[in-house]
């Protein structure tokens, strides 16, 4: 089957991996997150209530999707959303958010040739045109920055940029709000190197320090050629001026500025700075734990 009008919304770990797809029709990936898009296209009953499976492996059997042109990686709330926005402001450019089907099958347990072929395959289905897209670029969870390995395998001649920030900052956004993998447990703590038994004798601030740590680490430990670094500090500007001619994208500066003043993550209103408070604890956190690498993160 040619699925067309269908996206791939899910990866079942069954052996092989089974692939679920969700009837999305005519509706656009213009939500500041893949599943938002996915949730929007649930409200029609049949989308809802009708899926389709199929093997991994009959992937090769579609035609083929747009090869990415660009990939983006951060360490959270360090503006990747706001990157991702702009970037998809350019009617021809597809560009998904998070996909979840891309860190299930990172996150399989299985050889590395066989995730990374799947890998190829899963990225390749999400990538098919919906509407006269050009250009393709894909935003992966902060944690993926913990596979790059495996995704430079994959995509070894796809340029790629890391958006990083102030750990301060990011520690402070987590620990008034936690993403997934600032939850202990929530993830397997052994994709950022703690030993088993060892997240349960830790305060939450180093938990989400050498969390953040890691990340940032994967990402100077995989810097090449085609690697973009980016600070908070630089945005929104170093999107035209940077992300755009590094990914070999096209872009309109005025459309991408409208899209810079409104919130990333809730466009129907006016972005605002968020001061939050740091407490002693966290900021010893961040200092011990982070700032040595943020400040080579800084010099790249």
Known sequence: MGLTGWVPIRVHDRAPPVLEWCWLGSLAFDDPFFVQTIDRAFRSPFSLLFRQETAIDALDELEPGLAPSGLVLHGSRCGSTLVAQMLGAAPHQLVLSEPPPVDQVLRLVARDDERVRWLRSVVSALGRPRGGERAYVLKLDAWS?????LIRAAFPKVPWGFLFREPVDVLAS???????????????????????????RIPPEEYAARVLASIYE???????????????????????????????????????????????????????????????????????????????????
């Open 174 to 200: 987590h620990l008034r709000q936690r993403g997934a993998h600032m939850v202990p447990g929530a993830l397997d703590p052994a994709l950022f190197g703690f030993e088993p038994g060892e997240v349960e």
């Open 218 to 300: 994967s990402a100077l430990e995989h810097r090449d050629e085609r690697a973009l670094f980016l600070d908070y500090s630089q945005l929104p500007n170093a999107v035209a001026e940077r992300v755009v001619p590094a990914f070999g994208l096209e872009g309109d500066p005025a459309q991408m500025r409208e899209v810079a003043h409104r919130d990333a993550k809730n466009p129907a209103v006016p972005f605002a700075p968020d001061p939050l408070p740091v407490t002693p604890a966290l900021r010893d956190a961040a200092e011990r734990w982070v700032r040595p690498v943020y400040e080579r993160l800084l010099a790249c």
């Open 145 to 149: 920055t913990r596979s790059l390995g």
